[in-house]
Protein backbone atom coordinates (compact mmCIF):
# COMPACT_ATOMS: atom_id res chain seq x y z
CA UNK A 1 0.00 0.00 0.00
CA UNK A 2 0.66 3.73 -0.24
CA UNK A 3 3.08 5.07 2.21
CA UNK A 4 3.32 8.53 3.85
CA UNK A 5 2.89 11.17 1.39
CA UNK A 6 4.03 15.14 1.69
CA UNK A 7 3.08 18.31 -0.08
CA UNK A 8 4.52 20.28 -1.65
CA UNK A 9 7.71 18.43 -1.96
CA UNK A 10 9.74 21.90 -2.33
CA UNK A 11 8.23 25.08 -1.59
CA UNK A 12 9.77 28.68 -1.80
CA UNK A 13 8.81 31.84 0.17
CA UNK A 14 9.68 35.07 0.31
CA UNK A 15 10.09 36.63 4.32
CA UNK A 16 6.82 36.81 5.43
CA UNK A 17 4.28 34.93 3.66
CA UNK A 18 1.91 32.18 5.66
CA UNK A 19 2.68 28.71 4.38
CA UNK A 20 1.11 25.48 4.50
CA UNK A 21 2.48 21.62 4.29
CA UNK A 22 0.24 18.59 4.05
CA UNK A 23 0.86 14.91 5.02
CA UNK A 24 -1.39 12.14 4.99
CA UNK A 25 -0.16 9.12 6.55
CA UNK A 26 -0.55 5.90 6.52
CA UNK A 27 -4.12 4.55 6.33
CA UNK A 28 -5.31 3.55 9.86
CA UNK A 29 -2.12 4.70 12.01
CA UNK A 30 -2.92 6.01 15.27
CA UNK A 31 0.08 8.52 15.52
CA UNK A 32 1.34 11.17 13.53
CA UNK A 33 4.59 13.42 14.15
CA UNK A 34 5.88 16.60 12.58
CA UNK A 35 9.99 16.68 12.37
CA UNK A 36 11.77 19.56 11.68
CA UNK A 37 15.21 18.63 10.08
CA UNK A 38 18.29 21.84 9.62
CA UNK A 39 20.84 21.04 7.30
CA UNK A 40 23.33 18.62 8.71
CA UNK A 41 20.69 17.86 11.79
CA UNK A 42 18.76 15.42 12.92
CA UNK A 43 14.91 15.34 12.57
CA UNK A 44 13.88 17.59 15.79
CA UNK A 45 10.47 16.89 17.06
CA UNK A 46 7.70 19.72 16.36
CA UNK A 47 4.03 18.18 17.49
CA UNK A 48 2.58 14.94 18.18
CA UNK A 49 -0.95 13.95 17.49
CA UNK A 50 -2.89 10.71 18.53
CA UNK A 51 -5.79 10.20 16.25
CA UNK A 52 -7.44 14.21 15.94
CA UNK A 53 -5.36 15.00 19.63
CA UNK A 54 -2.55 17.33 19.82
CA UNK A 55 -0.63 15.46 22.60
CA UNK A 56 2.32 17.05 22.54
CA UNK A 57 3.38 20.55 20.88
CA UNK A 58 5.85 21.14 23.11
CA UNK A 59 8.74 21.57 19.99
CA UNK A 60 6.72 23.69 18.05
CA UNK A 61 9.83 26.98 18.24
CA UNK A 62 6.95 29.59 18.28
CA UNK A 63 3.44 30.54 18.10
CA UNK A 64 4.13 31.25 13.94
CA UNK A 65 3.82 27.04 14.10
CA UNK A 66 0.20 25.37 14.18
CA UNK A 67 -0.33 22.03 13.12
CA UNK A 68 -3.73 20.46 13.15
CA UNK A 69 -5.18 16.52 12.12
CA UNK A 70 -9.04 17.85 12.51
CA UNK A 71 -10.37 13.90 11.63
CA UNK A 72 -7.38 12.05 12.69
CA UNK A 73 -6.20 11.51 9.46
CA UNK A 74 -4.63 13.96 7.23
CA UNK A 75 -2.20 17.00 8.99
CA UNK A 76 -1.22 20.25 7.89
CA UNK A 77 1.80 21.72 9.57
CA UNK A 78 0.99 25.61 9.02
CA UNK A 79 3.69 28.52 9.50
CA UNK A 80 2.72 32.34 9.56
CA UNK A 81 5.30 35.13 9.17
CA UNK A 82 7.93 32.73 7.55
CA UNK A 83 11.22 33.42 8.24
CA UNK A 84 14.94 32.50 6.93
CA UNK A 85 15.38 30.15 10.30
CA UNK A 86 12.43 28.06 9.17
CA UNK A 87 14.13 26.99 6.25
CA UNK A 88 14.81 22.92 6.69
CA UNK A 89 13.43 19.86 5.34
CA UNK A 90 9.92 19.50 7.37
CA UNK A 91 9.04 15.90 7.67
CA UNK A 92 5.91 13.96 8.46
CA UNK A 93 5.86 9.95 10.25
CA UNK A 94 2.88 8.14 11.50
CA UNK A 95 2.96 5.13 13.35
CA UNK A 96 0.34 2.21 14.29
CA UNK A 97 0.83 2.30 18.00
CA UNK A 98 2.87 4.87 19.97
CA UNK A 99 6.12 6.60 20.23
CA UNK A 100 7.57 3.24 20.99
CA UNK A 101 6.46 1.60 17.50
CA UNK A 102 7.86 1.88 14.16
CA UNK A 103 7.28 5.47 12.67
CA UNK A 104 6.98 5.61 8.97
CA UNK A 105 8.55 8.77 7.46
CA UNK A 106 7.17 10.64 4.36
CA UNK A 107 9.61 12.18 1.90
CA UNK A 108 9.68 15.59 3.47
CA UNK A 109 9.09 19.20 2.45
CA UNK A 110 12.22 20.78 1.89
CA UNK A 111 11.02 24.42 2.63
CA UNK A 112 12.92 27.75 1.75
CA UNK A 113 12.72 31.41 3.01
CA UNK A 114 13.94 34.03 0.86
CA UNK B 1 15.88 16.32 29.69
CA UNK B 2 17.10 13.08 27.28
CA UNK B 3 19.54 13.33 24.84
CA UNK B 4 21.46 11.40 21.94
CA UNK B 5 25.29 11.51 21.43
CA UNK B 6 26.71 10.50 18.00
CA UNK B 7 30.09 11.33 17.57
CA UNK B 8 31.13 10.93 14.55
CA UNK B 9 29.62 12.83 11.46
CA UNK B 10 31.26 11.10 8.94
CA UNK B 11 32.41 7.21 9.35
CA UNK B 12 34.84 5.77 6.33
CA UNK B 13 35.23 2.28 5.68
CA UNK B 14 37.02 -0.32 3.32
CA UNK B 15 34.45 -2.94 1.76
CA UNK B 16 34.52 -5.77 4.05
CA UNK B 17 36.29 -4.00 7.19
CA UNK B 18 34.00 -3.94 10.64
CA UNK B 19 31.60 -0.78 11.23
CA UNK B 20 30.85 0.48 14.49
CA UNK B 21 28.56 3.46 14.45
CA UNK B 22 28.27 5.09 18.01
CA UNK B 23 25.49 6.36 19.87
CA UNK B 24 25.36 7.30 23.37
CA UNK B 25 21.89 8.32 25.31
CA UNK B 26 21.27 10.43 28.36
CA UNK B 27 18.08 9.98 29.74
CA UNK B 28 16.95 9.13 33.25
CA UNK B 29 13.73 6.54 32.31
CA UNK B 30 13.35 3.07 30.75
CA UNK B 31 15.01 3.79 27.04
CA UNK B 32 13.78 2.43 24.04
CA UNK B 33 16.38 3.01 21.42
CA UNK B 34 16.10 2.96 17.39
CA UNK B 35 18.49 3.08 14.51
CA UNK B 36 17.11 4.43 11.54
CA UNK B 37 18.77 5.07 8.00
CA UNK B 38 18.19 7.31 5.60
CA UNK B 39 19.62 5.37 1.78
CA UNK B 40 20.57 8.04 -0.82
CA UNK B 41 17.44 10.06 -2.25
CA UNK B 42 15.43 7.64 -0.19
CA UNK B 43 12.93 8.25 2.94
CA UNK B 44 13.74 7.53 6.21
CA UNK B 45 13.37 4.29 7.25
CA UNK B 46 13.56 2.01 10.73
CA UNK B 47 16.55 -0.62 10.46
CA UNK B 48 16.28 -1.89 13.81
CA UNK B 49 15.57 -1.50 17.31
CA UNK B 50 16.60 -2.65 20.84
CA UNK B 51 13.83 -4.85 21.79
CA UNK B 52 13.55 -6.75 19.09
CA UNK B 53 17.08 -7.85 19.37
CA UNK B 54 17.06 -8.66 15.38
CA UNK B 55 19.67 -8.52 13.09
CA UNK B 56 19.10 -6.90 10.23
CA UNK B 57 21.18 -6.50 7.10
CA UNK B 58 24.14 -7.88 9.14
CA UNK B 59 23.04 -5.10 11.56
CA UNK B 60 23.38 -5.50 15.31
CA UNK B 61 22.65 -3.04 18.29
CA UNK B 62 23.25 -3.83 22.09
CA UNK B 63 21.97 -1.65 24.47
CA UNK B 64 24.43 -1.26 27.45
CA UNK B 65 22.48 0.73 30.16
CA UNK B 66 25.57 0.69 32.21
CA UNK B 67 27.36 2.64 29.31
CA UNK B 68 24.04 4.20 28.32
CA UNK B 69 25.38 3.40 24.26
CA UNK B 70 23.51 1.46 21.76
CA UNK B 71 25.95 1.08 19.37
CA UNK B 72 25.66 -0.17 15.51
CA UNK B 73 27.84 -2.71 14.46
CA UNK B 74 28.57 -4.83 11.14
CA UNK B 75 31.29 -7.59 10.94
CA UNK B 76 31.99 -6.63 7.06
CA UNK B 77 31.00 -3.60 5.47
CA UNK B 78 29.43 -3.62 1.83
CA UNK B 79 29.37 -0.89 -0.70
CA UNK B 80 25.09 -0.66 -0.34
CA UNK B 81 25.63 -0.27 3.64
CA UNK B 82 26.41 3.48 2.58
CA UNK B 83 24.26 5.84 3.85
CA UNK B 84 22.99 8.52 6.99
CA UNK B 85 22.35 6.50 10.06
CA UNK B 86 20.17 8.19 13.17
CA UNK B 87 20.39 6.60 16.66
CA UNK B 88 16.69 7.72 18.20
CA UNK B 89 15.30 7.64 21.76
CA UNK B 90 12.28 7.40 23.36
CA UNK B 91 10.79 5.84 26.33
CA UNK B 92 9.82 2.40 26.99
CA UNK B 93 6.35 2.09 27.12
CA UNK B 94 4.18 5.42 27.85
CA UNK B 95 4.54 8.76 25.82
CA UNK B 96 7.48 10.59 24.99
CA UNK B 97 8.57 12.27 22.16
CA UNK B 98 11.20 10.97 20.09
CA UNK B 99 14.76 12.16 20.53
CA UNK B 100 17.29 11.79 17.50
CA UNK B 101 20.77 11.96 17.08
CA UNK B 102 22.45 13.99 14.52
CA UNK B 103 23.46 11.15 12.38
CA UNK B 104 26.66 9.50 10.90
CA UNK B 105 27.53 9.43 7.28
CA UNK B 106 29.12 6.08 6.50
CA UNK B 107 30.70 5.95 3.86
CA UNK B 108 32.07 2.35 2.66
CA UNK B 109 34.83 2.66 -0.01
CA UNK B 110 35.14 -0.30 -2.68
Known amino acids: GAGVSQSPRYKVAKRGQDVALRCDPISGHVSLFWYQQALGQGPEFLTYFQNEAQLDKSGLPSDRFFAERPEGSVSTLKIQRTQQEDSAVYLCASSLGGTWDEQFFGPGTRLTVL | AQRVTQPEKLLSVFKGAPVELKCNYSYSGSPELFWYVQYSRQRLQLLLRHISRESIKGFTADLNKGETSFHLKKPFAQEEDSAMYYC????????????FGIGTKLQVIP
Open chain 2, 88 to 99: ALTRSGGYQKVT
